[in-house]
Nanobody, 115 residues
Framework: QVQLVESGGGLVQPGGSLRLSCAVS????????MGWYRQAPGKQRNLVAR???????NYVDSVKGRFTISRDNDKNTLYLQMNSLKPEDTAVYYC?????????WGQGTQVTVSS
């Protein structure tokens, strides 16, 4: 079973920045394409940024140019640098493989963008 622990969320003003981290419990991390997902209240959880096991990245249009996904395979850690945050970025952010591991999701980390 894979454990996923997200951290780094918080309350930030519009235009601010946050850096999320995700610690993955097993070294199989390096073999998998990984992603950051987010779920706003009353909405589905959606993939917003993806990185392949070789480091190629993809983003949904709404975060392109503002978010940067990266990974450190030596530390089994996934990152999401979020800049120029907007109120519509408010959500719980989760990391997981793409497609997701056959293990429970982590608890996520809350990001709230508000003045």
């Amino acid at each position: 079973q894979v454990q996923l622990v997200e951290s780094g969320g918080g309350l930030v003003q519009p235009g601010g920045s946050l850096r999320l981290s995700c610690a993955v419990s097993r070294s199989i991390f390096r073999l998998h394409n990984m992603g950051w997902y987010r779920q706003a209240p009353g909405k589905q959880r959606n993939l917003v940024a993806r990185i392949t096991n070789r480091g190629s990245t993809n983003y949904v249009d709404s975060v392109k140019g503002r978010f940067t996904i990266s990974r450190d395979n030596d530390k089994n850690t996934l990152y999401l640098q979020m800049n120029s945050l907007k109120p519509e970025d408010t959500a719980v952010y989760y990391c997981n493989a793409d497609p997701p591991f056959a293990s429970p999701w982590g608890q996520g980390t809350q990001v709230t963008v508000s003045s």
